[in-house]
């Protein structure tokens, strides 16, 4: 299965499959592990890397990971987001649940 084409150029596509299977997936995945480059990359984003949009940020209850509701992690994303909405989702949840449809209303989950 491909992706729509005006979506994703199918050469693009194409580069993303063929590293994919040269390198394998895990590597592509650990942006983590790149940080020389997403460093620089975001002292040269336009406007200090602040994002000037609405975003919105889906917390994992459950992820003791990447917790941004009872950590310090989520001060530089509130920083470079000022229109930042974090909604927590509850795991086991089904997609058509009215929980999971209340936090597709952006505003409802406004952080303030």
Same mark, same amino acid.
């Given at each position: 299965?491909?992706?729509?084409? +005006?979506?994703?150029?199918?050469? %693009?596509? *194409?580069?993303?499959?063929? +590293?994919?299977?040269?390198? =394998? !997936?895990?590597? =592509?995945?650990?942006?983590?592990? &790149?940080?020389?480059? &997403? $460093? ?7 406007? =200090? =890397? ?8 889906? &917390?994992? #209850? !459950? %992820?003791? $990971?990447? *917790? $941004?509701?009872? @950590?310090?992690? @989520? ?7 000022? *229109?930042?909405?974090?909604? &927590?989702?509850? !795991?086991?949840?089904? +997609? %058509? ?10 505003? #409802?989950?406004?952080?303030?």
């Amino acid at each position: 299965m491909t992706p729509d084409p +005006t979506l994703w150029p199918a050469a %693009d596509f *194409d580069a993303l499959v063929e +590293t994919f299977r040269a390198t =394998g !997936f895990r590597s =592509g995945n650990a942006w983590f592990r &790149n940080d020389t480059t &997403n $460093i620089a990359y975001a002292h040269a984003a336009p406007d =200090g =890397g602040r994002l000037r949009r609405p975003v919105l940020f889906v &917390n994992g #209850e !459950f %992820d003791g $990971i990447c *917790d $941004i509701t009872r @950590s310090r992690l @989520s001060e530089p994303m509130r920083r470079t987001c000022p *229109d930042l909405s974090v909604t &927590n989702l509850q !795991f086991p949840m089904e +997609t %058509d649940s009215p929980a999971s449809a209340q936090c597709l209303s952006v505003r #409802e989950c406004r952080v303030r």
